[in-house]
């Protein structure tokens, strides 16, 4: 008994020697996000919310979202927005070139001044398969750099401005890298070593645990108030919860669930945020399977689903029903509850409703399916929700359950006749292509993607609406286009989440939180520590 | 003895070559692909494409584990599929977390757990033999990862002694000593647990034996009869379950890294299956086969010095 307390006092006084010391980390950002490593910095191989935070930090495009408000885009490495001119059919848009804008200094490539060359290479690289995974996006497109400071893009077939600067952004393949340094660093170098012209410089990168940056003293737009960002890998969510309530972090990842934030509003010194833009839950029916391949039993699932289940995995305010593939909320293009309730599309829950569809589709006993699930929460209440849900109706789901991976593999080979899919998209063009584009149908498509409706009727107008430059009339033909997806019924929108995040009250983020597409709350040269 | 030492070497390249053997195939039988791991959902069809191109993934399964085996006995690892980073280094940096933690888990659950076994022997079917069963049997049941949510909760939240997660930087001993302390406490109890339980069965064996009863009738104290007399003979199996636990200990070091947010190996293990890493996953397999025969080879080295029987 005397040895076991001898060692109990031995442990704490070891325990006080090696105490952390807050001080230690003064004006350096903590922050901790929901993954086990970096995928790539190379930003144009940048694809997950975690990669994308981290580039965002690094990076710039020719214009930007304004902070925080991912509706308003505003110029960052360009000087003014541009308006297009036509020439021989074509779309011109040409950019002025802030002057000074510095490339970080990197191994063997000294700093030196962003000119039209640097965003030519970097705009070749986004539309090259090989050295982008954004490559899609960019066909069609023509980059020059008439002078030092002036780039000229030109399209072969003219777009919106809300499509066009989405891709000239900084955001996905829109990320301008410094042609230098990235020759000299090659493909692999980019992933581990980013450099770029943005309020933080890459300093170091240790697997499986943190990216380090520093403050760029030379930032055009002033230095820095943090002097740097410790970014952490943290897969676990209560790791993460612990670390911040004990001081070792500043930010944190946290859960999409209403009694993480509250438990989490209540404790002293911590801040939850929670803010857009929101991930939208679809679920997407496969026309061509039995008995899926009849509208009656496609809309009486839609009759039979009710969205306030759903939302009450979640929590309102966490998370907020929706009614068209593409969010009201967050682009143009999305159709408001009261819009499609005065077209009969809302789909409100009627269960007499949908067993009489059952009933007229020659199913009045229900059907059953085979259904996999991922094994991450997020996805496995939606899919537990639904089968009980359907189980109403009659319609009986027998779950699967899969690791995150498998199942994203599996659905992509049509492994799902109802796929629940949780996804965030820059504009309604790219949802409408990627979802509902018969291009994009698994497996079978010219391009497979995430169509896994194998829908095919609004291809015409998804094409129009892409081509149509007045913004009013392109809104109105992807309303259309939802409204023709919605009476067949080959998605069910459910709801979209929103972001959680977890701050210490010592954090200013600078900028109001309303919609950031990076998908974190956004670190930037006015970002700071106020203890 | 070397001669010993040569044979269970010997002994362990059939073994060795297994393991990493089934984990190339396993790891590329699971579906998912490194490359829809590496670009996300949002990458198209023809990108997914040109990175697997890039990746080798489109060769042959033979020609890749020719690869595989032809570095492996070059001693190169390769590359991350995913970050291109050295997977040497990236070892090279995991590894130290991974054995401090380990070993001091170790060296906890042994000077824990034998006093504790011992004394509770001693004092069978008395109070403190009550509770240190009860300890023990709690210890057992209780998984590493919640066990370390509590010390957490306890050590790092309400008495702010420790810091709650990370690795500490290698070259700060404070730093480090403080972030491997929960996590070695945590792997420690549990070894304790088991270690204490074994100890105090051999210890009871060995007391109901005529030598111990022959040295009570000689006089001696009891304190050198339980000491030199009864423990020297009731370590054998206790040595054996020691080297048993360090080899557990590596699997549970896993989950201990991933809610301690260490980056050891078990840490880059996890992050290597999600991200579906082939070559980082097979070389950290690599790794883990070595140190598990390594440990075995020792164990039966330590029963050759102990049992000289053994050897022949």
Redesign the interface.
Known sequence: ?R??LA?GMA??V???????HPADAAGILRI?QNT?????MDPH?A??TQDRSLVDMIFNGLVRYKPGDGSVFEPDLATSLPTPRMEGGKQAWTFQLRKGVMCHPSPGVPSYELTSEDVVYSLKKSAD??R?????DYGGMTVEAPDAYTVKITLDKPVSPILFFANVANY?GGFIVCKKAAEKLG???M??QPVGTGPFMFKS??????VQLVANPAYFRGRPQLDGVDY?????I??RE??L????LDVINGAPDKAWVDKMKGVSGVKVDVFGVGEVVTLNLNMTVAPLDKVEVRKAIAYGLDRDEFLALIGPGIAENVYSPVPAKFLAGGLTQAELAAKGLDYKTDLQKAKRLLAQAGYPNGFSMDLITSEQTGYRVLYESMQAQLAKVGIKVDLKL?????M???I?KDANPLAIYI?W?PNADVYLT?FLHSDSIVVTGK????NFSHYNKIDGLIEQARNETDQAKQVALWKEAQIKVLDDMVVYPIQYQNQVYARSTAVDYGHELISVLALYPGIDEKTRLTK | MLRYILQRLVFSIPVFLGVVTIVFLVVRVIPGDPAVAALGDYASKEAVEALRQQMGLNEPLPLQYVHFLGNLVRGDLGKSMITASPIRHEIGHALPYTLELTVLAIIIGTILGIPIGVYTAIRRNQLADYIGRVLSLTGLSVPAFYLGILLILLLAIYLQWLPAVGGGGMDDLRENVSHVILPALTLGLVMMASVARLARSAMLNVLRQDYVRTARAKGLKERVVHLRHALRSALIPIVSVTGIWAVSLIGDSVTVEVVFARPGLGKMMVGAILQRDYTALQSIMVVYTGFVVAINLLIDLIYGWVDPRIRH
């Open positions: 008994m040895t076991m060692l442990l704490a070891l325990c006080l020697l090696v105490a952390p901790a086990s490593d970096l995928r790539s191989f694809t997950t398969k090989n982008s995974a954004y490559a899609a996905s493909p692999d170098g992933k581990t990168y240790s697997a499986q645990e943190r952490r890998f943290m897969p676990d209560s790791s612990l670390a309530r004990n001081g070792q899969a690791d995150h991976a498998t994203h593999s599996m992509r996804a998209r990627q391009k497979p993607n995430t």
